[in-house]
């Protein structure tokens, strides 16, 4: 499909959904009580469309607003990875943020290197490799960048030890955060940052306010076939969240995710006193992109209203 055909069949598409799901987001909206959290859109969530350039990042933002009605995005840093510090391209992206009521809530990096290299020179270049993310998500005003600190795989290296390298590394580019006012997020992503124990220590060692977990309510699995229980994991990370991952794959005929309970998940996160954005993140192939998108929203929109 290309492009513009996938952006005129989305708006078609959401004129079904705009005299239901619109009103009453407004009726929402309107009443006197507060909304116990904010739903936001992960970019990754469209990773297939984007990389068969059905849709372009800049697309991502205008979609997010006239396709699901979704006034928060996060971005992912490998859609627009040579356009770090071409300021025109940022002020086009705020541009457009801007003309659809959007606000830009962080950058989700990869691609940069091992934060918890345990070569020095590495860890550093890692670190350093950063620093573009950070300016550019001060100039789009976002309020952090998320990061891994996923152990490399190296079995000669303790716990201890791999925490050691990912705490320095996280340090130093905290210190560059700090200066203009970005915070640095870690996400549950595999290999010992997917242990909620391990990851909520070096949260504890850096004692940082700079620093903040992005807990995903999928992403534990450490490595082959070795799980750490998501529940608990995402409770260990939540006294440190800046941000939340609301992962997703598959639906069933009731509109419940199979993987995760979200009404258990959210009690957990909730309970926590967070009040921020949760951020769709589906990543699922049982339904198309944009069906499991709206599915994740809905199921959210459910348990807002439960709540509110």
Not at 201 to 220: Q, V
Not at 222 to 241: N, S, T
Request: charged content about 25%; some cysteine; glycine content about 6%.
């Amino acid at each position: 499909m290309r492009r513009r055909d996938f952006i005129k069949k989305s708006s078609t598409l959401s004129a079904g959904i705009a005299i239901t799901g619109i009103s009453s987001l407004f009726t929402q909206n309107c009443s006197s009580q507060k909304i116990p959290f904010n739903i936001s859109l992960a970019e990754w969530s469209l990773h297939r469309t984007l990389r068969s350039n059905d849709i372009d990042h800049l697309d991502f933002i205008t979609l997010t607003r006239t396709r699901f009605n979704i006034d928060a995005v996060e971005y992912v840093n490998t859609f627009f990875f040579d356009k770090a510090e071409n300021k025109d391209y940022l002020n086009q992206m705020n541009q457009r943020a801007s003309d659809h009521g959007i606000k830009n809530l962080l950058i989700m990096c990869d691609a940069e290197g091992d934060l918890g290299d345990p070569n020095d020179l590495k860890r550093i270049e890692s670190v350093e490799n950063h620093f573009k993310w950070v300016d550019a998500a001060k100039y789009l005003n976002c309020h952090s960048i998320r990061v891994n600190a996923r152990s490399v795989s190296k079995n000669e290296l303790s716990y201890e030890d791999q925490q050691k390298f990912a705490l320095d590394g996280l340090q130093r580019l905290a210190e560059y955060g700090e200066k203009i006012g970005i915070n640095i997020i870690v996400e549950n992503h595999g290999g010992l940052s997917s242990n909620g124990k391990w990851l909520s220590e070096i949260m504890t060692m850096a004692n940082n306010s700079m620093l903040g977990t992005l807990p995903d309510f999928g992403n534990f699995k450490i490595k082959d076939d070795v799980w750490y229980d998501r529940y608990k994991g995402v409770a260990e990370l939540m006294p440190f969240a800046k941000a939340v991952s609301a992962k997703s794959h598959e639906f069933d005929s009731n509109g419940r995710e199979i993987n995760t309970d979200y009404f258990k998940m959210m009690e957990i996160v909730l309970q926590a006193g967070y009040t921020g954005y949760i951020g769709i993140e589906y990543e699922g192939t049982k339904h198309s992109e944009i069906d499991g998108i709206i599915q994740t929203r809905d199921l959210l929109k459910k348990i807002q209203n439960q709540l509110s």
